[in-house]
């Protein structure tokens, strides 16, 4: 394989974003299809040569490849330079990546056909994917945290995509300020690695770790610091915040966001520095105690969200709760595989959830009802990713969280009971959204879109947006099988614990285990109580809310985190407190000081003119007294 | 015979422009403009030829290249010595550059277009001749020329409280002049040179004063220009009520003068001193980066918002400078490179924007995203390049600084100033950010319906800043390989 094959991949989406901004915006600003077509070529090519890549690491000794490096900066000691890691981690990312994204242009094309943004939409988007795949691929810490920014600046840009809502805006600085904390955590990590190491290197860094010459407190504040900037971006407890707000951006850059890029990417950055976290098991166990917190903190919220893109937001961070925990506990291929089958199912339940309000004209759920009859698409692709995330036996979901439970049933039995907890929560709250949007009755009567597309009546949304959907549904039951025989555990240097079977007695042995059996009667209970509550009606949902109100109330005021962040902290303490008080002392302590020198000097100046008066007997007398002064003194003193 | 007069020729191409709209009978306005317009980009072009021929091998390090010496008063053993190193070399570019896209600004000025042309013509000649000078008198002469057309600049073009911030301008920095005076009185006295080069490192048995003294008299000029909280108040007022041209020199090349200067002539003359005193400044340093950055968060007016972040920014390049090793002083320079294209830009998208809706208040301003796409994605380039968005010359600039303060063993301590230094870029994102919602998101506004994007002259000036924000920010070494071949001396001389 030629090296400029790596490189290509993320390039190709940034030669689209040059091309449209500087060719299809310009000059062809009446054919916006052009913008889809470049991106949908772009990351097609991409996708494309991520598999050969894959291909060849499958085949690489060790599953890696080497790719020369390319000098960026030299200064006295520091020296910097860009190039290119292509292991088993890349290969599986790149290939995640890619796919999920080409789909969600696919859709993207009959989801924002007519928006006046469209060029604009398809270049962010390639800007997006772009800095998400070289973040996977980056092999030093300067190039990757190029890459990290550049996806903060790509979610930013599309969060804030509609800006002339003011939630939109808001939300949009919201994402960017609050990772830009954990991006803050993960600048002063990097600088501390390279003091001590003299060395960007993820690899030689790595060797440094394993070696143990990097060890100690130094290594347990890096690892903190480089896990901070994960918790930003993976909106982990307490930088949480900004991820439900995201969804202000146009419903495919949610999938976006969730799916494959940006939150993935703190998953990712501590799996690529594992070595450092596996040295140091303070850093391991904050990453599991945070991850399996929240897991719980956020499944809790999604319980009573009622706009379905908050439920789907809140089951996001609640995932990538499980990823952590699936890192802390058991490794790189625990955390990597639950993040790539996640890929796929959440990709698909914001796409559905696009697709509902591109029907309905609302996300909110109270609106909706008996979708399955105008939308079967939808809904059985829906359904299907719901029972994946649900983790139900035999779709992907199930593999990968099956895995994240029996790992921390062997380290920490209080994660094991949160997660187990999650796990009811997960398929009563994915169940409630499947029941109140696609169960019952239609309730809607709401006739507005985000595009001021009229919307008569109810319909499934065109090929375009159906067949990205049917193909992740495709890959939202299989994907997971990929480790029934622990091949991908074993791709992603998982070694030992799988003993090798067959695939069919790992497919179904796997029910012969007692853990398996626990986490399927949990699931399953909540997925009936939620059908008992929101399609039966069996129990009044109403009833339920009055008895657990405290929570009820605790829960959908997000445990009043926004309050506490923007109210108190910001604008209370930092705004209008501490930096309101410097303001004041700047204009009148500091500058007052200024201008008081200056009215000084002034009034000195003014009094002392008096005293020229031009009167020469003043100026006789003032000189006579000077000269006997001067005289008594010398006869005095001298 | 070899053309050996490419600096005097640099500086003096201004004055020329400003010879022939002066002598000119009657010009248009246009023919004013197209001169100054030429004359300028003469000088840069020129500038960009010194810098293609520069001696980047190794041999060159510490070398002062393009070197011109006439003697000028032989009384007092002083020289017309001009001279570029990695270290002005960089500021030059940077000096020429903004002149061009200062008159490119200054295209719809309508108010005595003759004056005013001339007065930013002389401008760029003493700012110029500040950083090429090798001689002190020299320096010293040129340091206080730039004082006048700004006066003027600021005094009849400006607006707001123009008059009182054009004096407070003139008199605060004649303040630190008449401190800076005594330092080069005093190194005249004590060393009997006048040249800057064979300055470096001074060592004498018995001074006029202590070396120390010398230092600081030299540091309150150049920590007033930088500026260094708490001698920054100045800053905001003639940044706010300077004209956009004035405003886009002062914050891009004015302010780096002082930086500058503290490397030149502080830290090269002085090692041990700059060692001795490092701790102080360094703390100073990053209080300058919080602090500004706090009161930037405060501030209502767009301008104003602007100006104090140069407070912040430039508290890295003083963090930096005293960190004292290599890696930051280059990385302070670069800064202070990348500074000056960032904030220029910044000034003059403040300049248009305020141009096209005649509104500068935060609270009144929204939705102009509509209205004038182009500024709003310039706007937020400039901005982004600000808080340091890797791909900009303010990353590529800032992660220099850090990583060599951050290895510094000149200060005790100095890991955490710069990890508190580095909490900046939470700050700046804040403010950044908010400005940038609060000028371009939002509904659009009835009462900016009529308001028009950039022209074309326009699209030029503000295209060529993003072009080498870019530039710099994903190819640092085509200034930092320059850098480094004067800094690395003045790091031998400290010796860490």
New interface residues.
Partial sequence: MPHQVPWLIFLLPLFSLVIISFILRPFFNNRPKLSGYVTIGAIGISCALSLWVLAEVLAAPRHKLEIPDI????????SVHIGLIVDSLTAVMVVVVSFVSLMIQIYSQGYMHGDPGYHRYFAFMSLFTACMLGLVMADNL?FL??????VG?GS?LLI?FW????S???A??KA??VT??G??GF??AI??L??HTGTFDIEELHGLAIAGTLAGTVLTWAAIGVFSGAVGKSAQFPLHVWLPDAMEGPTPVSALIHAATMVAAGVFLVARFFPLFEHCQVALTTVAIIGGFTAIFAASMGLVMTDIKRVLAYSTISQLGYMMLGLGVGGVAVGIFHLFNHAFFKALLFLGAGSVNHSTGTFDMREMGGLRKAMPWTYITFLIASLSIAGIWPLAGFWSKDEILAYSFTHNQILFYLAMITVFMTAFYMFRAVFLTFGGEYRGGVVSSHSGHEHRKLHESPAVMVVPMVALAVLSVASGWLNVTGSFGQFLGHGGSSEAHSFVAGFFGMLAHPLPLISLLVASVGIFLAYAMYNAKWLSAEAVGRIFKPFYILFSRKYWFDELYERVIVVGV??DG???A??VF?SRV??GA?DGV?SGTASTSGAMRRAQTGQLQAYGMAIAVGVIAIAVCFYLFG | MEFNYYLTTIIFLPIVGLIVIALLPNPKPKAIKLIALVFTLAAFALSLAVFCLFDRSAGAIGQIQFEEKISWIPAINAFYHLGVDGLSLPLVILMTFLGVLAVLVSWNIQLRPRQYFIWLLLLETSILGVFCSLDLVLFFLFWELELVPMYFLISIWGSGRKEYSAI?YV??TLVGSAFMLAGILSIYFTAGSLNMMELAGLTVVKPVVPLAAMFLFLLVGFAIKLPV??V???LPDAHTDAPTAASVILAGALLKMGGYGMIRLCVTIFPEVALHYAPLLVALAVVSVL?GA??T??QKDLKRLIAYSSVSHMGYVLLGIFAL???SL??ATLQMFSHGIITGLLFAMVGLVYDKSHERNLDNLG?L??QMPVIAVVFSIAG?ASLG???TSG??AE??T???S??SMAVAGI?LY??IG??G??LT??YI??ML?RV?????LEQFSGVSDANNIEKVCIFSFVAAIMLVGI???IL??I??LGI?PI?KLIGL
């Fill in positions: 000098q960026w900066v030299v200064v006295g000691d520091l300067v945290f190029l890459f990290w920014e550049g600046l930013y804030g800006f002339h809502r003011p939109a805006a808001n949009a600085k960017f300020i830009r904390f991006d803050f600048l002063a600088l501390l390279f003091y930092l705004v501490i930096f309101a410097l303001s700047d500091i500058d200024v200056a | 407070k008199i605060y909280v708490p920054h108040t100045w602090y706090a009161v968060l405060r090793t290599q890696v280059t990385g939705g995203a509509r982004l968005l890797p791909g990353f590529a992660f220099i850090f990583v060599g951050f290895s890991r710069t990890i580095v909490f870029i939470v994102a804040g950010l908010w919602q371009f998101y939002g509904p659009p190819y640092p070494a930092t390989d850098i480094n690395e790091t």
